[in-house]
Nanobody, 124 residues
Framework: QVQLVESGGGLVQAGGSLRLSCAASGRTFTNYVMGWFRQAPGKEREFVAAFRWSSGITYYADSVKGRFTISRDNAKNTVYLQMNSLKPEDTAVYYC?????????????????WGQGTQVTVSS
């Protein structure tokens, strides 16, 4: 049974940083794409960042490029999202997701497994 469990969300002032974690279990994710999405109130879920576990190739949404970094710890089977220079518009519930794909896609419906989400609130 695949499980993705996010943690690390919270309240932070604009300009601050947070690191989200996603603990993945239930199978080997070597051939998966791991992604982060976010959803603000009243808005659709949007792509944030992703990487292909086997190659380490990463891809970012333009809105977070240069501020956010996605990474992994193979030994811990954990995916991270380091978020720096946070802005109020980054406020959302952040979700970790896994996709059985050989290429990185940015559409949420492509992803097969999802975590429960973690709230990130950035105050101005």
């Amino acid at each position: 049974q695949v499980q993705l469990v996010e943690s690390g969300g919270g309240l932070v002032q604009a300009g601050g940083s947070l690191r989200l974690s996603c603990a993945a279990s239930g199978r080997t994710f070597t051939n998966y794409v791991m992604g982060w999405f976010r959803q603000a109130p009243g808005k659709e879920r949007e792509f944030v960042a992703a990487f292909r576990w086997s190659s380490g190739i990463t891809y970012y949404a333009d809105s977070v490029k240069g501020r956010f970094t996605i990474s992994r710890d193979n030994a811990k089977n954990t995916v991270y999202l380091q978020m720096n220079s946070l802005k109020p518009e980054d406020t959302a519930v952040y979700y970790c997701a896994a996709d059985r794909s050989i290429v990185i896609v940015t559409t949420s419906r492509s992803y097969d497994y999802w975590g429960q989400g973690t709230q990130v609130t950035v105050s101005s």
